[in-house]
T-cell receptor, first 116, second 112 residues
């Protein structure tokens, strides 16, 4: 049983460049979540999908951010025209469609983005 | 709105002594609460969760937490700390919209 995987694990880029991260959820998990964690803080919600539908987006997700989940499998998170403030750990989580309404979310190892 | 507050940003204990990590929550309805642990360079791992069943919840690695509605608390405890317990711990509340709301985290240090 494989867990949530994320690629790349580390990304260093120059300000103004575009970056794309990938998340592969646990097989058969319907829900997929993206969070962002800055140094010394707890993770903050960015967006989530149920299958291929993007159901909620945080105000943190500016127009430069876009997430997709084609065919309800893996997901990508793209940041255009990166800024130094985008430097953070980007976490992906997945959960099975809950029967009770309470998710247990399983997290991947994260992608650490550094914008120079 | 729902939120959690972790009362200590850093806790230091000696190996073999009890651990207490404090968390208070705010919720307009009966919450679902979690504790996650994050070791350096590793992903978040679920320690335990409360979903309105038993108020004393047992988790992995000897941790447990007690839900106290009257005190709006969900403190995490362990009778005897081990060196491998050194990590960042997050108290989390589930939002009915589907997302998790994390506290600021408590860094646990364990001295030999």
């Amino acid at each position: 049983d494989t867990g949530v995987s994320q690629n790349p694990r580390h990304k260093i880029t120059k300000r103004g460049q575009n970056v794309t991260f990938r998340c592969d959820p646990i097989s058969e998990h319907n829900r997929l979540y993206w969070y962002r964690q800055t140094l010394g803080q707890g993770p903050e919600f960015l967006t989530y999908f149920q299958n291929e539908a993007q159901l909620e987006k945080s105000r943190l997700l500016s127009d430069r951010f876009s997430a997709e989940r084609p065919k309800g499998s893996f997901s990508t998170l793209e940041i255009q025209r990166t800024e130094q403030g985008d430097s953070a750990m980007y976490l992906c989580a997945s959960s099975p469609r809950p029967a009770s309404g309470t998710d247990t979310q399983y997290f991947g190892p994260g992608t650490r983005l550094t914008v120079l | 709105a729902q939120s959690v507050t972790q009362l200590d940003s850093h806790v230091s204990v000696s190996e073999g002594t009890p651990v207490l990590l404090r968390c208070n929550y705010s919720s307009s309805y009966s919450p679902s609460l979690f504790w996650y642990v994050q070791h350096p360079n590793k992903g978040l791992q679920l320690l335990l969760k409360y979903t309105s069943a038993a108020t004393l919840v047992k988790g992995i690695n000897g941790f447990e937490a007690e839900f106290k509605k009257s005190e709006t608390s969900f403190h995490l405890t362990k009778p005897s700390a081990h060196m491998s317990d050194a990590a960042e711990y997050f108290c989390v509340v589930f939002n009915q919209g589907g997302k998790l709301i994390f506290g600021q985290g408590t860094e646990l240090s364990v001295k030999p």
